[in-house]
C-alpha cells in the first residue's frame, strides 16, 4: 500500500534528522533519542516506522541508488561528446543533492555506501566503446568508476569549485588519456 503523505512527511523529517546529525558526528554516537529530538517527534513515531538507525540509513541508501542516474563510464580511447553530457547530467544531479552526498560519501563512517554506490553502478553501467573482452572490460569499469568516484569526492568536499559541464571533461578525457577539448 502506498505510503499517505503524513507517513512520508514523517519519513522525510526523521531523513532528514539523521542527515543533520552526520554532518557532525559519526553513525556510532547518534541515537534514536538524537534522532527524534532532531526531527521533533516521538520514539514510538519512530519505531512505526524503523526498527533502528541502521534501517533509516539503509532506506536513504536505498533511495539515492535507486534515484541516482545511471554513471557513464568511458571505454576505449575515443572522446565521445554524448558520454560527457551523460556525465555532466549525473555530475548536476550529485551537486543538486550536495547535501546528502556529502554526508554519505564524505563525511559518514565511509565505506559501506561507497562499496554499495561502486557495485550498483558496476551493474548499471554503460560502457561507451566497443568491448573486445568482458572480463577485461568489467575490470576496467571497476578502475575507472572507483577513479571517478575518487574525483567526485574531492570535488564534493572542494565545494563544487568546476562546474559539472567542466569537471565531466576532466573526468571524461582524463580516463581515456586525451587532451581535453
Not at 555530475?91 to 543538486?96: A, K, N, P, T
Not at 568491448?131 to 574531492?154: H, K, S
Request: proline letters at 4%; charged letters at 30%.
Amino acid at each position: 500500500m502506498p505510503e499517505n503523505r503524513r507517513v512520508r512527511m514523517t519519513k522525510r523529517m526523521l531523513k532528514d534528522a539523521i542527515l543533520e546529525l552526520l554532518e557532525t558526528c559519526g553513525l556510532d554516537k547518534i541515537t534514536v533519542t538524537d534522532i527524534c529530538a532532531a526531527a521533533d517527534v516521538n520514539r514510538s513515531t519512530f519505531y512505526a516506522h524503523y526498527e533502528d538507525v541502521r534501517q533509516l540509513l539503509r532506506e536513504i541508501e536505498d533511495d539515492m541508488l535507486e534515484r541516482m542516474p545511471v554513471l557513464p563510464i568511458p571505454y576505449g580511447n575515443q572522446p565521445d561528446q554524448q558520454g560527457v553530457e551523460r556525465l555532466a547530467e549525473f555530475l548536476r544531479y550529485v551537486q543538486s543533492n550536495a547535501r546528502l552526498y556529502r554526508v554519505m560519501l564524505i563525511r559518514r563512517d565511509g565505506g559501506a555506501f561507497f562499496n554499495r554506490a561502486v557495485s550498483a553502478m558496476m551493474e548499471s553501467a554503460r560502457l561507451s566503446g566497443p568491448i573486445v573482452d568482458e572480463r577485461l572490460a568489467r575490470y576496467d569499469c571497476a578502475y575507472r568508476l572507483n577513479g571517478t568516484i575518487g574525483i567526485i569526492r574531492e570535488w564534493i568536499g572542494d565545494g563544487f569549485t568546476m562546474t559539472p559541464d567542466e569537471l565531466a571533461k576532466v573526468i571524461w578525457y582524463r580516463r581515456i588519456n586525451a587532451p581535453i577539448e
